[in-house]
């Protein structure tokens, strides 16, 4: 199947030398542990003064106290690493990337580069790569500042192909004695255990995952299954970039494409949970309220440190149980700006959290079927934020490779 646009590209990787520490280099997805700030400062603890991600990127815990100094810091950083020898050029390449979490269970990625001319997370659009939830325009501009002046690119995008038939990556796996290892680690802070193999021959590949578009007067590629906001906000400072470049550097500036890594949403070690709602400083009339608006069809159960688990009711439909809540939620936040809302990755992590104050709600939200996902979204539809998780906290993407988005080489 032809297409007059390409939505992988084959760009430049760069990964730490080998005489980089991997374990401290590489840390988990920013968007975790948002209500956990002894995690993050354990892992400071930790990594002490060497290389690594850390210092590249702002754990969204410390989102609000953001300064321009703090962008300033990183990309000072970034411009450090890159002047002393900390990164290596692999190349054009992909990675195939083993990763094992500590659950037991293996999956496998594809680290490669997007066209973001064939993606776009506003309603309404059918690119070839497709958002899944709702985007919050509101939470793009501090991400666009922070990238906007950085030389590096770091990512925990994790996009999913619709491969029922688990053929391309399984089969690519089977060949990874053909492939130099170019990692095999353990991550820190019980992340498990990742290795990656490095495919400079990505033709085939990329022919292999074009295969799974079956419909060309609407074709769907990739749809986003993490890191929904770090892509929006590649794609944003993309499209302001694009109006002071000439033609050809809109053809090849680094800022066009993006990393990503691709997972099959079909993968048997891809475990996909609920994403569980906490409510900071409730009010007693919250959740009357809530259970009166929503459909009471299935059972699940809400979490206070007074209460415990009490019995909650919501719609069978996952997607409408998502609905009705964040709308709910997010009408009722409007009016007590007071109350706040966490998204939280586990029952265990939920439940500790809500344990710190009595002032504190948790839902346990539903589990969305792996099967509906693609279907929902070619027909043009698009869930509520933080409607679905593919695997707990400790088992999301690590950063770790890097590209550049401006141009530039190493020293």
Not at 51 to 77: A, F, G, H, R, W
Not at 318 to 347: K, N, V, W
Not at 364 to 376: A, I
Request: proline letters at 5%.
């Amino acid at each position: 199947m032809q297409f007059k646009s390409k939505p992988i590209a084959v760009q430049d990787i760069l990964l730490p030398n080998d005489w980089i520490n991997y374990e401290k280099w590489s840390v988990v997805a920013c968007d975790q542990f948002t209500s956990q700030p002894e995690y993050w400062e354990e892992l400071r603890e930790r990594i002490g003064d060497e290389p690594s991600t850390y210092d590249l990127i702002l754990p969204e815990v410390y989102l609000e106290s953001m300064s321009d100094q703090t962008i300033e810091k990183i990309n000072e950083k970034m411009y450090e690493y890159i002047n002393n020898g900390i990164l290596k050029n692999l190349g054009p390449s992909m990675i195939l990337v083993e990763r094992k979490t500590l659950c037991g269970k293996t999956r496998l990625g594809m680290m490669l580069s997007i066209d973001l001319e064939t993606y776009d997370y506003q309603p309404f659009t059918k690119p070839f790569i497709r958002t899944t939830e709702n985007t919050i325009i509101s939470r793009i501009p501090p991400r666009v500042k922070i990238r906007k002046d950085a030389p590096l690119e770091l990512t925990h995008v994790m996009l999913l192909a619709n491969d029922p038939d688990k053929q391309i990556l399984k089969n690519l796996f089977k060949r990874k004695d053909e492939f130099n290892i170019v990692y095999d680690f353990d991550l820190n802070m019980r992340g498990g255990h990742i290795r990656g193999y490095q495919i400079t021959d990505c033709e085939p590949v990329i022919n292999d995952f074009y295969s799974l578009i079956k419909d060309p007067d609407d074709p769907i590629l990739f749809i986003v299954g993490d890191g929904n906001h770090s892509l929006a906000t590649a794609k944003t400072h993309w499209e302001t970039l694009k109006p002071t470049l000439s033609k050809k550097d809109l053809e090849t500036h680094p800022s066009r494409y993006a990393l990503v890594e691709v997972v099959n949403i079909y993968d048997d070690g891809l475990e996909f949970e609920g994403i569980n709602r906490v409510l900071f400083n409730v009010d007693e009339k919250f959740l009357t309220s809530l259970q009166d608006a929503i459909d009471q069809e299935v059972e699940s159960w809400v979490y206070t440190k007074k209460t415990g688990k009490i019995p909650f009711y919501m719609s069978k439909s996952t997607a409408l149980a998502y609905e009705q809540i964040q709308t709910f939620i997010d009408d009722y936040l409007s009016y007590h700006q007071d109350m706040m809302i966490d998204y939280i990755h586990g029952d265990e992590e939920m439940i500790e959290i809500c344990n710190k104050n009595e002032d504190r709600l948790g839902i346990h939200m539903p589990v969305l079927d792996r099967k509906d996902l693609f279907p929902f979204i070619q027909m043009g539809k698009i869930l509520p934020r933080k409607s679905f998780s593919m695997g707990n906290a400790t088992a999301k993407r690590y950063y770790l490779e890097s590209r550049f988005i401006k141009k530039m080489s190493l020293k």
